[in-house]
């Protein structure tokens, strides 16, 4: 059967190269039946210890998970309408045994038994973690739900994965539905060369003259930020607000899905006793309920918004002297900006952009984690999804390998907008004492080099990589050998962001912007005059910037905490947090929350906060650089020590604290945004 079905086959890397949509349902028959049987052993299973109960049930469903996960990545790099179609049919199954499995009673009653004072004591602290963890799993996964509520919650939760797939599947068939051509290429004015080019290739793919516009990132945010035709900025920004809303097509119009997914998490925490979604979400996180989150949101708002307002009218009052604008748009802000910031500070983002070629800034980041780390990135080969997928491994100094990692850059269709990592295989310690190590994927969705050259990133695309390698590395770089805390495993979701926005500083330190640079056409690395520039602009409107996320996640949280369907409207909700903590007000017919992945498709329901929950973590961090400028290498061995290599197995404050020495403080990141004072 493994030799057939590459979903079977655990001895080595994912065959992906071979994996069809015709091998999922036969791989879950096996999976599932391998998986419930265990589980049925573990229910009689006596005396219950660790060898006897955990790992056998990890052996089964790690099997299943690791499995259904290669599954999900596939639908979302290379979605075609035969995988979506065998995905979302092979979707509740998974849900339900996953329902299942934390409803268990009978489980749930051996890790009590596990949890004895006897047993427990027996216990190292990453063992110890995985049961607190677990025991509390079980009782958020309604295991103490009576037989119909229980029946309710597993309903609620397969119905919910389907509706987030849905979701998820809408937004990418919008965009890749639209496209404009265009055939006069003075409209095009102000358009980077390379995107350009793209656009010519793209209509030349399909046989037709001209250049075809999409609303892919690669050339929608060009378009938005350099085109000088602002009717076709408008069209774009139009086409982008409006996708899977009412104003396309009915099939991919996701407001009832909006509905209906807020209706059932409401009714999924009502069923636990929480009084609200938010109140769920949030017993898994640092922060101790919504109104502590709320009141941290508000107090950020506080401080950024006089920032941000200073921002928006400096910009507006540009956009009217020197562009002309009677009015500053939504479609003419990343435009304008930009105009601004070459007039302040004498350089353009499409200027930076040629020094950071794609070979250059992979070897830039190597080095980095070389010198924080101690570990070095080699190539190496594995089956892949795609010609542009590369493969990694990590090697410490003795040559033994770490873990290895997927790079997937380049935006394409039937690939899933914006960037993110996922682990493929986690690490774990055998009984025997041999090491699985850990695999993940780095996907971004960066335009392609033109006309045979290296691709060119911007500074904002530099970072995003940055971002992900670090949320790569708290997985990679794991010294704990238990599944259910290794990596990012057991993390609170409000602390998972530290390693990645850590990561983001290294980006603006000229010692390694030397060595990541390299001009596409002549080689040269970037000028020190134009990197006292790009420093200078920096926080170039950070309060326009940070009331923007903070406006998504007050709108977030009290979606999930204080929505009431029959008094309002989740738009109403948003024009509201608007009104409260915003500068920048879109249009009417803007439907940002139909296309808001993050919370109604991916895992940041009443969660999106944790981006500036962490962000005070990772500034505060790397503070601990900035103090001692001499010693790199010993302060990142002991971050790694405390932070990254810990994974789960410990508090996420007990981490911060075990570093720094101290509570985290708001004072870094105000600091670094040139908000302080």
Same mark, same amino acid.
């Given at each position: ?21 015709? =091998? ?18 573990? +229910? ?57 499995? #934390? ?72 965009? @890749? ?16 060369? /390379? ?33 000088? @035709? ?17 104003? *396309? ?97 004498? &350089? ?39 010609? @542009? ?13 770490? *873990? ?36 993940? &994927? ?8 033109? /006309? ?34 290794? #990596? ?43 990197? +006292? ?22 709108? @977030?949280?009290?979606? =999930? ?23 920048? =007000?879109p249009p009417q017919w803007n439907r940002f929350p139909h296309q808001f992945s993050h919370i109604f498709a991916g895992g940041y329901a009443a969660g999106y906060y944790s981006y500036k929950w962490a962000e005070v973590l990772s500034a505060d961090a790397y503070a601990a650089f900035e103090e001692a400028p001499d010693a790199v290498a010993a302060t990142g061995a002991r971050f790694r020590d405390e932070i990254i290599g810990r994974g789960g197995s410990r508090s996420a404050a007990e981490n911060f604290q075990a570093f720094r020495g101290r509570a985290p403080s708001i004072d870094a990141l105000l600091r670094h945004s040139g908000m302080a004072g």
């Amino acid at each position: 059967m493994t030799a057939t079905n590459p979903l079977l086959d655990f001895s080595g890397l994912p065959r992906f190269s071979e994996i069809r949509p015709e =091998h999922i349902g036969p791989a879950l028959d096996v999976l599932l039946a391998d998986a419930e049987a265990a589980v049925a052993a573990a +229910e009689q299973v006596q005396p219950v210890t660790w060898e006897s109960f955990v790992v056998p049930l990890d052996n089964a469903t790690e099997r299943l998970w690791r499995a259904w996960g290669q599954v999900g990545h596939l639908q979302a790099v290379m979605n075609t309408t035969a995988l979506r179609e065998a995905y979302n049919q092979n979707l509740p199954r998974v849900t339900n045994f996953g329902s299942a499995l #934390g409803q268990n009673l009978a489980l749930f009653q051996q890790y009590q038994a596990l949890a004895s004072p006897v047993e427990a004591a027996g216990l190292d602290a990453p063992r110890r973690k995985v049961l607190d963890n677990t025991l509390r799993d079980f009782r958020l996964g309604g295991a103490q739900l009576d037989g119909a509520d229980k029946a309710r919650f597993t309903a609620i939760k397969a119905e919910l994965s389907a509706l987030a797939a849905r979701f998820s599947q809408n937004v990418l068939d919008a965009t @890749d539905a639209w496209s404009l051509l265009i055939d006069d290429e003075t409209r095009l004015a102000g358009l980077p060369q /390379d995107v350009r080019a793209a656009a010519r290739a793209a209509a030349e793919k399909e046989g037709t003259p001209g250049w075809k516009l999409t609303l892919q990132m690669p050339c929608y945010l060009p378009v938005q930020t350099y085109a000088e @035709d602002r009717s076709l900025r408008e069209t774009l920004y139009r086409a982008s607000a409006q996708r899977a809303s009412e104003f *396309g097509e009915a099939a991919l119009d996701n407001s009832a899905n909006i509905d209906r997914i807020l209706a059932l998490r409401a009714e999924l925490a009502q069923l636990l006793g929480f009084a609200s979604y938010a109140e769920y979400s949030i017993a898994t996180k640092m922060a101790q309920d919504p109104a502590e989150v709320l009141a941290f949101l508000r107090d950020l708002a506080a401080r950024a918004k006089p920032f941000a307002s200073k921002d928006r009218a400096e910009l507006e009052q540009f956009a009217h002297d020197v562009l002309g604008l009677d009015s500053l748009q939504a479609w003419d802000l990343a435009f304008a900006a930009d105009k601004l910031k070459q007039a302040r500070y004498s &350089y353009s983002e499409q200027e930076v952009k040629q020094y950071f070629t794609e070979p250059k800034v992979l070897g830039g980041l190597f080095a980095v984690i070389e010198q924080l780390y101690g570990v070095r990135v080699q190539p190496d080969s594995a089956p892949v999804w795609h010609d @542009d997928v590369r493969f990694f491994r990590l090697v410490d100094a003795q040559d033994a390998l770490v *873990g290895q990692f997927y790079l997937d850059l380049y935006a394409r269709e039937g690939k899933r907008g914006g960037a993110w990592m996922d682990d493929c295989r986690n690490r774990r310690v055998h009984a025997d004492g041999s090491v699985q190590t850990p695999l993940v &994927y780095l996907v971004c969705n960066f335009g392609r080099g033109a /006309d045979g050259a290296p691709a060119t990133f911007s500074h904002n695309e530099v970072t995003t990589l940055f971002h992900e390698m670090g949320h790569g590395l708290h997985q990679l770089l794991t010294r704990i050998g238990e599944l259910g805390v290794a #990596g990012i495993n057991g993390v609170e979701w409000d602390a998972v962001e530290l390693p990645s926005q850590f990561m983001e500083n290294f980006c603006w330190e000229w010692s390694h912007l030397q060595g990541m640079t390299a001009h596409v056409e002549t080689g040269e690395p970037l000028p020190r005059a134009l990197y +006292e520039k790009m420093l200078a602009a920096r926080n170039f409107h950070s309060g326009m910037a940070t009331v923007r996320q903070l406006e998504f996640g007050v709108f @977030d949280m009290l979606v =999930h905490s204080q929505f009431e369907p029959q008094q309002d409207t989740v738009l109403g909700l948003l024009d509201r947090v608007r009104a409260e903590v915003a500068v920048n =007000h879109p249009p009417q017919w803007n439907r940002f929350p139909h296309q808001f992945s993050h919370i109604f498709a991916g895992g940041y329901a009443a969660g999106y906060y944790s981006y500036k929950w962490a962000e005070v973590l990772s500034a505060d961090a790397y503070a601990a650089f900035e103090e001692a400028p001499d010693a790199v290498a010993a302060t990142g061995a002991r971050f790694r020590d405390e932070i990254i290599g810990r994974g789960g197995s410990r508090s996420a404050a007990e981490n911060f604290q075990a570093f720094r020495g101290r509570a985290p403080s708001i004072d870094a990141l105000l600091r670094h945004s040139g908000m302080a004072g």
